[in-house]
């Protein structure tokens, strides 16, 4: 397979490297919109609204936001290309910004949760833009390039939940409140990355490989438009169902387990610098050795990473179940939860990407950013259940004996790009 355009002399390595940085650069900048929005947005719940329990649903409505927003930016995207499905799901997220400005402004929590959903549109965006990563990758390598704007994210969520004082001030100097201020910032962060998206994505990756079919097979001429048709091909594809349980178990765990440490720590007196280091370390075995999982990944298998990550979620159970309060242990336990959670995104991304007809990608992408989505609200919900019902160790073991029944049909039957 040549990597260039037939008859035009066009270095597809050229495009591909423009298209990573580009993509790396608007995941930067989003990702701080991200993180400064997420980062305050309960408890201006709970001051609108008076309540501690309803405070919880702002990361709710922020989770579900980002899932219905999977479909429509993959709809686009297949119909239109990567450039115009990411403009959709920032665009979206702008909007969602300017009505969180109003909703405080007018003191409307129920607006300010829909604002909250809205801006769920950036994370869709942010999720996409690994997929286009991987839309002109040489073969043997998606893993890797999408590894690269998956670590990306790491210098937005670090720096984002930084920003939200002097967000906070630059909300008054702008005639508006304080708690309107993280969202102003917000919503520029997320309008430069459409910008940067619309002028730096030329060429559109996904066009080019459809033009040129990188995929190097013949490709099936339906879209996959829908989510039924998605559903049709993922169902029919072995490789593409273990990825797809794989990527949503693995968020799922990681979604549940983080969101009910720092009650479980809180609970047991430990103060919140204590738990907010635990979180820190948490978020850095997300992102900061993707790359590392990527080559992984290209080297030695997807099947082979992905049963790697769920080995580390395993872990990950038993040594937060077995922490009690002890902060240091528990930090272990979340950081290699994280780790986890890299491994399967990242190589069950690769693997279900690989593992379909180009036509179809789009689609399938997005139906697995939808399903991943659903997978984590519903597993943070349960396990509020859990741990109010029994406790955060009991709650532990169920996570690992799902981690353990996921990995079996991997550890059988090893998937391969």
Known sequence: MTHALPDSGVDLRSIQRRTLGVLSLAQIVS????????????????????????????????????????????????????????????????LGCLLAILSVGVGSWPLLLVALALTGGASAGN??????????APHGHAARHLSLVVWSATIGSVAGPNLAEPAAALGAQLGLSRDAGPFALAALTFATATIIINLGLRPDPLLVARATNVAGRPEARSE??????????????????????????????????????????????VGFSAIGVVISLHIAGMYVLSPVVGWAADRVGRGTVMAAGMALLFASAVLAGTAGHDVPRMAAGLAVLGLGWSCGLVAGSALLTESVPLESRPAVQGLSDLVMNVCGAAGALLAGVLVGATSFPAFTVVVAVTVAVTALPLVRRPATG
Request: no cysteine; hydrophobic share 50%; proline share 2%.
């Open 31 to 94: 990702g701080v919109g991200v993180a400064v929005a997420v980062a305050l947005s309960s408890l201006y719940v709970a001051n609108l609204s008076g309540s501690t329990a309803i405070s919880g649903l702002a990361g709710t409505a922020t989770v579900l936001g980002t899932a219905l927003m999977a479909l429509p930016t993959a709809k686009v995207a297949g119909r239109s290309g990567r450039r115009a499905g990411l403009t959709v799901a920032y665009g979206v997220a702008v």
């Open 127 to 136: 999720l996409s833009a690994r997929y286009t990563a991987t839309d002109l």
């Open 224 to 269: 996959g438009g829908t989510m039924r048709e998605a559903w049709q091909v993922v169902w029919g594809l072995s490789g593409a169902r273990r990825a797809l349980v794989g990527i949503a178990v693995s968020h799922a765990v990681m979604v549940s387990v983080m969101s009910m440490t720092p009650v479980h720590l809180d609970h047991g007196g």
